[in-house]
T-cell receptor
Framework: EAGVVQSPRYKIIEKKQPVAFWCNPI?????LYWYRQNLGQGPELLIR????????DSQLPKDRFSAERLKGVDSTLKIQPAELGDSAVYLC??????????FGSGTRLTVV | DAKTTQPPSMDCAEGRAANLPCNHS???????VYWYRQIHSQGPQYIIH???NNETNEMASLIITEDRKSSTLILPHATLRDTAVYYC????????????????FGKGTLLTVNP
């Protein structure tokens, strides 16, 4: 099993540019999460999906962040425009009722 | 979810047991104690969880005090590969947690295993 796959692994962009991250969860996992991890901190939840429905996006900065999970499988997280403070690791995770959480390796974003 | 307190860092000699403490004095009766770890440049990895009984699996043992206000994660024979940040998390529900499965991470404990 491939686990949770994220791409790209690293991304460097200039401020005010858009950026997108992609996540492929474990097959059959109906719940998908996006977390953000700042340097020296633990991950913080941005958004949680149950199938294709966003059921908790209270921590997602909606002025510049957006996410989608079409067909309830892959998901994309977008930032437009990016700011210097968005530099962080963006983690995707998936779960189902029997197997619990599995995280991907994350995308390290650097905004310059 | 209840708040947890962990030491920021610990050292352990290779081959010795690593005992990582966690305080969760405000834990509720329906809240479980979870442990995850994060090796450098990887996502967090589930280790073990428990409600009130001690638990053991192939990775570690979890000792929860009788009053449930603190717990200890034990790595019986630490190796260099166990160097990581270890997170203690308290939340309601079992491993699956159903539709409210949110993990609230603190800063964790950086465990360094030395040769």
């Amino acid at each position: 099993e491939a686990g949770v796959v994220q791409s790209p692994r690293y991304k460097i962009i200039e401020k005010k540019q858009p950026v997108a991250f992609w996540c492929n969860p474990i097959s059959g996992h109906n719940t998908l999460y996006w977390y953000r991890q700042n340097l020296g901190q633990g991950p913080e939840l941005l958004i949680r999906y149950e199938n294709e429905e966003a059921v908790d996006d209270s921590q997602l900065p909606k002025d510049r962040f957006s996410a989608e999970r079409l067909k309830g499988v892959d998901s994309t997280l977008k930032i437009q425009p990016a700011e210097l403070g968005d530099s962080a690791v963006y983690l995707c995770a998936s779960s189902d009722d029997s197997s619990g959480y599995t995280f991907g390796s994350g995308t390290r974003l650097t905004v310059v | 979810d209840a708040k947890t307190t962990q030491p920021p860092s610990m050292d352990c000699a290779e081959g010795r047991a690593a005992n990582l403490p966690c305080n969760h004095s405000t834990i509720s009766g329906n809240e479980y104690v979870y442990w995850y770890r994060q090796i450098h440049s990887q996502g967090p990895q589930y280790i073990i969880h428990g409600l009130k009984n001690n638990e053991t699996n192939e990775m570690a043992s979890l000792i929860i005090t009788e009053d449930r206000k603190s717990s200890t994660l034990i790595l019986p024979h630490a190796t260099l590969r166990d160097t990581a940040v270890y997170y203690c998390i308290v939340r309601a529900g079992g491993r699956s947690g159903g539709s409210n499965y949110k993990l609230t991470f603190g800063k964790g404990t950086l465990l360094t295993v030395n040769p």
